[in-house]
């Protein structure tokens, strides 16, 4: 069967199929005659059980680890339970600070932010764990692509002066100087392109994420 059709069976969409086999999760057989993905009911089947274990919040590690017998089936679901403790006592850290604030507060000005923080922080010591509102994975994406950007500015101009120095002793054709000069100057203006995208990306996830605190 087709992919569409595959994605009705399981309930999922056509881009999760192309996801989990991209993700190693799941490899169905081809038409010979002309190449296409050929679904069975085998992988519809599959695909069910991968949904169902992703709707738990099994990640796709864990389950490619599950199929290749790496990670023992009851391992994977006491962990998985583990997390979720977790997460649940993290929930209650959360609700138990909320209701201080409504029982101890009537409005936002009468909040001694620094005393509650600092209860915050003893009770992460502990292991809870709140809301991080640092960002620095952000930052560091950031500063990532400003790098890659100087490292490609860096080795044009010196790939363009290692070419003008070699040129001052044996001329080439000035057609062929000025075709690399607009090469250049055409991907330095690509790549500055290139950055203020990236820079823009990382600006509205700090912004989305921003929007969370």
């Known amino acids: 069967m087709k992919i569409n059709q595959a994605a009705e069976l399981a309930g999922i969409t056509s881009k999760n199929i192309r996801f989990y086999e991209d993700q190693g ?36 590690e864990n389950i490619r680890r599950l199929q290749s017998s790496e990670l023992d089936f009851d391992t994977c679901m006491d962990d998985r339970m583990a997390e979720l403790e977790k997460t649940s006592s993290n929930i209650e850290h959360m609700k138990t600070m909320c209701r201080m604030l409504r029982d101890e507060a009537d409005s936002l000005s009468e909040i001694k932010a620094s005393v509650y923080l600092e209860r915050m922080n003893e009770l992460e010591k502990g292991g809870a764990k709140f809301v991080n509102a640092r960002m620095t994975d952000m930052r560091k994406r950031k500063t990532g692509a400003i790098i890659s950007a100087i490292v490609i500015f860096t080795f044009l101009i010196l790939v363009i002066g290692a070419m003008l120095y070699f040129n001052a002793s044996d001329p080439a054709p000035k057609g062929v100087i000025v075709f690399f000069i607009i090469v250049g100057a055409v991907i330095a203006v690509s790549v500055g392109y290139v950055l203020k995208q990236r820079l823009d990306e990382v600006r509205k996830g700090e912004i989305d994420e921003a929007s969370k605190y």
């Open 25 to 60: 999760l799941i490899a169905p057989a081809r038409d010979s005659s002309n190449g296409y993905r050929d679904y069975s009911m085998e992988d519809v089947e599959q695909l069910c059980r991968i949904k169902l274990l992703r709707m738990l919040g099994i990640s796709c």
